[in-house]
């Protein structure tokens, strides 16, 4: 084809070329030009007749080119195949153990499961095949990237499927029931368990859909997964707070746990609207903090975080998969420490339209349920500034004094004397604590000094009241103890005068 195609686009030189050849006979013979001339006439048509022939069998399919230029193209193709399905495995391939509990958790498992589904193992095998067929002799050139693919990765995985995998998905079946018997509040960890049991057993089958052992395994991980879910279902305290679980939802009147009105649900406010929310937790708050009593909610304005409180839940409401929250409250309504905190910052925003965002977390600041609303601050800003006042006055009216543990009107009298520098005055002690507490030495274990807790309410030089909580220290002298003295400050808060009864 190539030697038609160069004459075709070349016919001058023919000629030059017919001479050339037959130039050695020329100069051992006479010079004959009409001979000469003949004979190229003859190469020239020699070689004419050759392409033409050529183009005939191209035309009628009978040349053997096209299957030498598509062998080439198959050729390229295998190899690609084999090197793309040896990419495919490596993930799997280089998986060389698992430890034990690892695939109890889902976040592990998923992982384990979406490697399985991206090899597409028994597509890729088939590829492979297939592409081989077309071309034996790409098997010859990537023997070792086919045997690979072929026969390395399937007896590779069998054994990891045999040594670990398949006494994984065991495991967290049994953590799953294990989990169950522990109660309501382990009722999450159980489901995630017997989940991640059906995802490893689920992506084994997509690379070998054939392993019987794993279809049964699967068959129980899925009863488990079952059972799990029911039991986990039963914490919630509404069908409305399992569906909008890892969800804070909002509206202008307080929500209602197992009464929720769907309609009365709003994303959009403005600042002359009361705001409530309720946080609905995947599971109950002990389970989700894995233990804890403590949490965080904190507000974001247009992507920047503008307040915060911390927060502990114990006892019966740990057990809980809610949490009431109030944004901007009816002040006469207000139950919690966080809408004075909200309020103060909400009513510090610019007169303009915010996206808002509400978060709850856990110590290690992962989000244990969110939810976002529009608030248009173009008015009622004051008002939100009043609200945080009304919500001030009411906290503080609320602050009084600790019932006493001990009552010593001379002690008492002591420990006010002792704090004759503060630029406070000193108005009432209360002992907070039944007795004393004797510290050591060290070494020698002899007696040092004594300690002890109280609350003292003082007058502030502005008029106001406050009160710390300080604890008193008396020295040992051997036979008795010395005069009080202060030795360390604690929380305080400020009071209303009239509580310091």
């Given at each position: 084809m190539?030697?038609a195609?160069f004459v075709?686009?070349?016919?001058?030189?023919?000629?030059?070329?017919a001479?050339?050849?037959?130039?050695?006979?020329v100069t051992?013979?006479?010079?004959?030009v009409g001979s000469?001339k003949?004979k190229a006439?003859?190469a020239?048509k020699?070689?004419?007749g050759d392409k033409?022939q050529?183009?005939?069998?191209?035309?009628?399919?009978?040349?053997?080119?096209?299957?030498a230029?598509?062998?080439?193209?198959?050729?390229?193709?295998a190899?690609?195949?084999?090197?793309?399905?040896r990419?495919?495995?490596?993930?799997?391939?280089?998986?060389r153990?698992?430890h034990?509990?690892m695939?109890?958790?889902?976040?592990?498992a998923?992982?384990?499961?979406d490697k399985c589904?991206k090899?597409d193992?028994?597509?890729?095998?088939?590829?492979?095949?297939?592409?081989v067929a077309?071309?034996p002799?790409?098997?010859?050139?990537?023997?070792?990237?086919?045997d690979?693919v072929?026969?390395?990765?399937?007896?590779h995985?069998?054994g990891?499927?045999?040594?670990?995998?398949?006494?994984e998905?065991?495991?967290a079946?049994e953590?799953?029931?294990a989990?169950?018997?522990?109660?309501?509040?382990?009722?999450?960890?159980a489901?995630e368990a017997?989940?991640?049991?059906?995802?490893?057993?689920?992506?084994?089958?997509l690379?070998?859909?054939?392993?019987?052992?794993?279809?049964?395994?699967?068959g129980?991980?899925q009863?488990?997964?079952?059972?799990?879910?029911a039991?986990h279902?039963?914490v919630?305290?509404?069908?409305?707070?399992?569906?909008h679980?890892?969800?804070?939802?909002?509206?202008s009147q307080?929500?209602v746990?197992?009464?929720?009105?769907?309609?009365a649900?709003?994303?959009t406010?403005?600042a002359n609207?009361?705001?409530?929310?309720?946080?609905?937790?995947?599971?109950t708050?002990k389970e989700?903090?894995?233990?804890?009593s403590?949490?965080?909610?904190?507000?974001?304005?247009d992507?920047?975080e503008?307040?915060?409180?911390?927060f502990?839940?114990?006892?019966?409401k740990?057990e809980?998969?809610?949490?009431a929250?109030e944004?901007?409250?009816?002040?006469?309504?207000?139950?919690?420490?966080?809408a004075?905190?909200?309020?103060?910052?909400i009513?510090?925003?610019s007169p303009?339209?915010?996206?808002?965002?509400?978060?709850?977390?856990?110590?290690s600041?992962?989000?244990?349920?969110?939810?976002?609303?529009?608030l248009?601050?173009?008015?009622?800003?004051?008002?939100?500034?009043?609200?945080n006042?009304k919500?001030?006055?009411?906290?503080?009216?609320?602050?009084k004094?600790?019932?006493p543990?001990?009552?010593n009107?001379a002690?008492?009298?002591e420990?006010?004397?002792?704090l004759?520098?503060w630029?406070?005055?000193?108005?009432k002690v209360v002992?907070t604590e039944?007795?004393?507490?004797i510290?050591h030495h060290?070494?020698?274990?002899?007696i040092t000094?004594r300690?002890i807790?109280?609350?003292?309410?003082?007058?502030?030089p502005?008029?106001?009241?406050r009160?710390?909580e300080i604890?008193f220290r008396?020295q040992?002298q051997g036979?008795?103890?010395?005069?009080?003295e202060?030795y360390?400050?604690?929380?305080?808060?400020?009071?209303?005068?009239e509580?310091?009864k």
């Amino acid at each position: 084809m190539r030697v038609a195609t160069f004459v075709r686009s070349h016919m001058p030189a023919v000629f030059f070329l017919a001479a050339f050849l037959l130039l050695p006979a020329v100069t051992s013979a006479q010079f004959d030009v009409g001979s000469l001339k003949k004979k190229a006439e003859k190469a020239a048509k020699s070689v004419s007749g050759d392409k033409e022939q050529k183009t005939e069998q191209e035309a009628d399919g009978d040349s053997d080119m096209p299957s030498a230029v598509s062998s080439d193209a198959v050729s390229g193709n295998a190899s690609d195949v084999i090197r793309d399905a040896r990419y495919a495995i490596e993930p799997l391939g280089s998986m060389r153990s698992v430890h034990q509990g690892m695939f109890s958790k889902k976040n592990e498992a998923q992982n384990f499961y979406d490697k399985c589904k991206k090899a597409d193992y028994e597509n890729l095998r088939a590829k492979v095949k297939a592409a081989v067929a077309a071309d034996p002799s790409a098997m010859e050139r990537d023997q070792y990237g086919y045997d690979e693919v072929m026969v390395t990765f399937p007896e590779h995985f069998a054994g990891l499927t045999k040594e670990y995998l398949i006494p994984e998905i065991n495991n967290a079946i049994e953590v799953a029931y294990a989990e169950k018997g522990k109660g309501a509040s382990h009722a999450g960890a159980a489901l995630e368990a017997a989940e991640s049991a059906v995802l490893v057993a689920d992506g084994i089958l997509l690379v070998t859909p054939n392993n019987t052992e794993v279809q049964t395994l699967r068959g129980d991980a899925q009863s488990a997964a079952a059972s799990m879910g029911a039991a986990h279902d039963a914490v919630y305290a509404s069908g409305f707070n399992k569906e909008h679980a890892g969800e804070i939802v909002f509206s202008s009147q307080p929500v209602v746990v197992g009464s929720e009105n769907a309609s009365a649900l709003k994303t959009t406010f403005t600042a002359n609207d009361d705001i409530y929310g309720m946080m609905y937790f995947k599971g109950t708050f002990k389970e989700i903090t894995g233990g804890s009593s403590y949490a965080w909610t904190k507000l974001f304005v247009d992507g920047n975080e503008k307040a915060s409180y911390d927060f502990k839940l114990d006892g019966d409401k740990a057990e809980r998969t809610w949490l009431a929250s109030e944004i901007i409250p009816d002040p006469s309504l207000s139950q919690t420490r966080g809408a004075m905190i909200f309020t103060k910052a909400i009513s510090e925003l610019s007169p303009r339209r915010h996206t808002i965002r509400v978060q709850t977390l856990d110590n290690s600041m992962i989000v244990l349920a969110e939810g976002e609303f529009q608030l248009d601050c173009t008015g009622g800003l004051d008002r939100v500034a009043e609200v945080n006042k009304k919500l001030g006055d009411k906290k503080m009216a609320a602050v009084k004094l600790p019932q006493p543990a001990m009552r010593n009107a001379a002690l008492e009298k002591e420990f006010m004397a002792a704090l004759k520098e503060w630029k406070e005055t000193p108005l009432k002690v209360v002992i907070t604590e039944a007795d004393w507490t004797i510290q050591h030495h060290p070494v020698t274990g002899a007696i040092t000094s004594r300690t002890i807790n109280t609350t003292v309410a003082v007058k502030k030089p502005d008029g106001g009241c406050r009160m710390f909580e300080i604890s008193f220290r008396q020295q040992y002298q051997g036979k008795k103890y010395g005069k009080a003295e202060q030795y360390g400050v604690g929380d305080s808060a400020d009071m209303p005068c009239e509580n310091v009864k």
